[in-house]
Nanobody, 124 residues
Framework: QLQLVESGGGLVQSGGSLRLSCVAS????????IGWFRQAPGKEREGVSC???????TYYADSVKGRFTISRDNANTVYLQMNSLKPEDTAIYFC??????????????????WGQGTQVTVSS
């Protein structure tokens, strides 16, 4: 069973940066599409960014384009670099994995495995 662990969240001032990590234990993520989602209090979970497996597509929500960058480092880590953070970026951030998927999606139902989330709070 694939297990995902997010880290890197925290409290940052508006305009600051954070880098989130999504790490898989005992599995390589090369063959999984990975998505980053966020959920603010009282709101639905929304797709922020994703990356397909083995050089597949990438996606960014309009609200984060030009500020967030998704990347794969080694075989079991995917990052979300978040720059120029705004108070409206405050949410719990989750990573998710879809098995054997060259293409990623912003849809929650696309993904088979989810991490527990990491809190990101941006103060004004």
């Amino acid at each position: 069973q694939l297990q995902l662990v997010e880290s890197g969240g925290g409290l940052v001032q508006s305009g600051g940066s954070l880098r989130l990590s999504c790490v898989a234990s005992d599995f390589t993520l090369d063959y999984y599409a990975i998505g980053w989602f966020r959920q603010a209090p009282g709101k639905e979970r929304e797709g922020v960014s994703c990356i397909g497996s083995s050089g597949g597509n990438t996606y960014y929500a309009d609200s984060v384009k030009g500020r967030f960058t998704i990347s794969r480092d080694n075989a079991n880590t995917v990052y979300l670099q978040m720059n120029s953070l705004k108070p409206e970026d405050t949410a719990i951030y989750f990573c998710a994995a879809a098995a054997q998927s060259y293409v990623c999606s912003r849809q929650v139902l696309w993904y088979d495995y989810w991490g527990q989330g990491t809190q990101v709070t941006v103060s004004s």
